[in-house]
């Protein structure tokens, strides 16, 4: 043992060096074994098919190096093969017509001597042509696996007859090109013990043997396994198996299985398994197993399934059956279709049997029956389930004692009284928003229970919620309603705000109009005023909403300042609307200036002139506008008098006709009405 430990410390030492030197791609993995009768054989396989085609052609370099103790650090190589390559083509079909039923010596000198299939130059045929080389570099591992021929004519296998039994060994494989490494395998030469085949399980089915044995404790000795049979007429095992077997179940991958189809159930058949080795070599075929093919098919279900009910609980079922080869019945029952069948018959009921009384029959809820039948082998089948029917057209009692709660959180909580009924199965929820609406079924499925909760949206204009139940029997009788349950929902959605539609502002105060707040459950329409500049607003009316539009006529103003309006609706859980827009008005203010009264006329004959004289306030910020018309006709501006409240001229005879009229402007362009007419003759 010590030996084998420094021997396995210089393969890790030489490895190590080869991986520090060598900084190629593709390398060969390497594995031997000592065979009596071959010496030491090895084996190798590539890491990728480019590798093992670069290698057919450059060949290959075999080296031995004996371990001694003491012989750690001087290691001596002796070569064994100088350049070893596949066996030419001409060797392989004398090989092949010597040895005609090795099919994996065909497979592998194809794969060696087979030309790739030549094709245009593209993207596609690139791609081609590497899964080519790939399924021919697989097919050559294959066939080296299990034939120890394909293995030595493809150059994947060297046999050292020369090595002696019980010897250390250190054995280097390398390619004679730089593209690919080597690799070395430590070995000591000593037989290797392969185990029998032991069979774990065996499924004996419908015409079929299945045999399982566990992958992890035979795949470190066998690569596949050869299945054989022992033929009853002539008493010779004959294999079964074409290619090797080293099949895994996919609900089963830690076992290797092995399935026969058999030609009829209960003939007795043998069976035997050996392992093959990568080496090309058979392992001790295991003990016999013994096996064979049962019955696995159910009789048919019974058919034609009757109930009669005879009253006080006693239920009469009969059915029929088409096949002999039965051996009993069982009976099950369950108050639902599809949950909790449990069975009835204390003891399976003879194969005889075509009827059976219940006995436990409940009349006040659902009967529903299975018949199962069975045969020798343990097959079961069963019916579906039947309803034995009870007529029972009583409904139960309508629900009472319904109370309930809406909390802040729109949960509704329901509850009320069990009813007396022992059929009862149990209760619907409806509800509506409105009493007088269509009801629609909350709960989908009857409530086994005498609560129920609900969630209610709150943001929505319905404040209303009504609830009412129903009851119903195993037998599919509805009750009557239960009376009407009304509950309010807590209001947290304020109503609409009301709308302006028209302003007037005139002498009589600004006149307001406004359409009211269109929310059912609003109380008051508020209007509100500010002077613009204020932060507040201030309620100067108050209105409900009977009318769909309102208005207010607002004379508590001051001329010429500007008010701001807004509006907002309260509903009658105190929440109120909020503020769409601001309406602006300026009040009213009256623009007319005293008229010119009381105008004194003097007519001096001598001078032929006319003097106007006139008193008015504040003279001194008013203008004054004279109009003049002679000999009847239109008034036209004749002179602007600024400050000054007379006014002279010169007329050309007293036949002429003058007429004057005055008008007031101030600075701000506010204007008075027209004096009255001036005459003068």
């Known amino acids: ?154 150059a994947l296998r060297f046999e050292d007859a020369s090595a002696i039994a019980g010897e250390h060994y250190l054995y280097r494989v390398s390619p004679r090109t730089e593209k690919v490494s080597g690799a070395v395998f430590a070995l000591t030469a000593e037989p290797t013990d392969y185990p029998k085949v032991l069979v774990d399980t065996v499924n004996e089915g419908e015409r079929k043997v299945e045999l399982l044995w566990k992958r992890d404790i035979y795949k470190q000795f066998y690569s596949a396994f050869n299945v054989y049979r022992l033929n009853e007429k002539n008493q010779k095992w004959e294999k079964l198996n074409g290619a090797p077997v080293a099949f895994t179940g996919y609900k089963k991958s830690d076992y290797f299985i092995y399935r026969d189809s058999l030609t009829e159930n209960y003939q007795p058949a043998a069976y035997r398994i050996e392992g093959l080795t990568s080496f090309g070599t058979r392992g001790p075929i295991s003990d016999v197993i013994h096996a064979q093919g049962r019955d696995r098919t159910p009789p048919d279900p019974p058919t034609d399934v009757r109930f009669e009910y005879l009253g006080n609980g006693l239920m009469k079922i009969s059915w029929r059956v088409a096949q002999q080869d039965i051996e009993g019945f069982r009976i099950s029952k369950s108050n639902e279709k599809q949950k909790e069948f449990v069975e009835i018959t204390r003891g399976p009921l003879p194969k005889q049997a075509r009827s059976y009384i219940d006995s436990t029959c409940n009349e006040m809820i659902n009967n529903y029956y299975w018949i199962g039948v069975f045969d020798a082998e343990n097959n079961v089948n069963v019916t579906f389930p039947n309803y034995g029917t009870i007529i029972d057209s009583i409904p139960p009692s309508a629900p009472e004692g319904v109370t309930g709660s809406v909390d802040t959180n729109g949960v509704v909580t329901l509850s009320w009284k069990l009813g007396p009924e022992p059929d009862l199965k149990g209760y619907y929820v409806h509800s509506s928003n409105h009493p007088k609406q269509t009801y629609i079924n909350r709960t989908g499925e009857p409530l086994r229970d005498t609560f129920w909760t609900d969630t209610l949206p709150l943001n929505v204009l319905t404040e209303d919620i009504y609830y009412k139940l129903v009851a119903i029997d195993h037998r599919s009788n509805y009750s009557q309603y239960s009376k009407v349950l009304h509950l309010r929902k807590p209001d947290l959605v304020p109503p609409s705000a009301p709308v302006f539609t028209s302003s007037v502002s005139d002498k009589n105060g600004n006149l307001i109009r406004w359409n009211n707040s269109s929310s059912h459950d609003v109380r008051r329409n508020f209007l509100l005023r500010r002077k613009r500049g204020e932060q507040s607003f201030v309620p100067v009316f108050d209105c409900p909403s009977t009318l769909p539009a309102g208005q207010y006529l607002d004379k508590d103003l001051k001329p010429g300042e500007t008010y701001e309006y807004t509006m907002e609706a309260e509903d009658d859980a105190g929440l109120r609307s909020g503020r769409l827009s601001v309406l602006a008005m300026r009040a009213y203010l009256d623009k007319t200036l005293k008229a010119v009264s009381k105008v004194v006329v003097e007519v001096d004959t001598s001078r032929k002139q006319v003097s106007l004289y006139w008193n008015y306030p504040n003279k001194q910020q008013q203008t004054f506008v004279l109009y003049r018309s002679i000999k009847g006709q239109s008034f036209i501006t004749h002179k602007v008098l600024k400050a000054k409240t007379e006014y002279r001229e010169r007329y050309n005879t007293l036949a002429d006709s003058m007429r004057y009229r005055i008008k007031v402007i101030n600075d701000d362009g506010w204007q008075s009405e027209f004096s009255e007419v001036i005459r003068v003759k």
């Open 1 to 154: 043992m010590q030996a084998l430990r420094v021997l396995m410390m210089i393969l890790a030492i030489v490895q190590a060096a080869q991986a520090q030197e060598d900084t190629v791609r593709f390398s060969i993995q390497l594995s031997g074994s000592y065979l009596e009768g071959h010496g030491v054989v090895l084996r190798w396989a590539h890491s990728s098919p480019g590798s093992w085609r670069l290698c057919n052609y450059y060949g290959y370099k075999v080296e031995r190096a004996v371990f001694r103790q003491g012989t750690e650090q001087g290691i001596q190589w002796t070569t064994l093969a100088d350049s070893l390559r596949p066996q030419s083509l001409e060797s392989w079909r004398r090989k092949v017509k010597s040895n005609p039923k090795d099919t994996f010596l065909m497979v592998a000198g194809q794969a060696i001597h087979g030309k790739l299939t030549p094709k245009e130059f593209s993207i596609k045929s690139l791609q081609d042509k590497s899964a080519e080389l790939s399924n021919l570099y697989a097919a050559c591992v294959l066939a080296a696996e299990y034939s120890r021929d394909a293995a030595i004519f493809s």
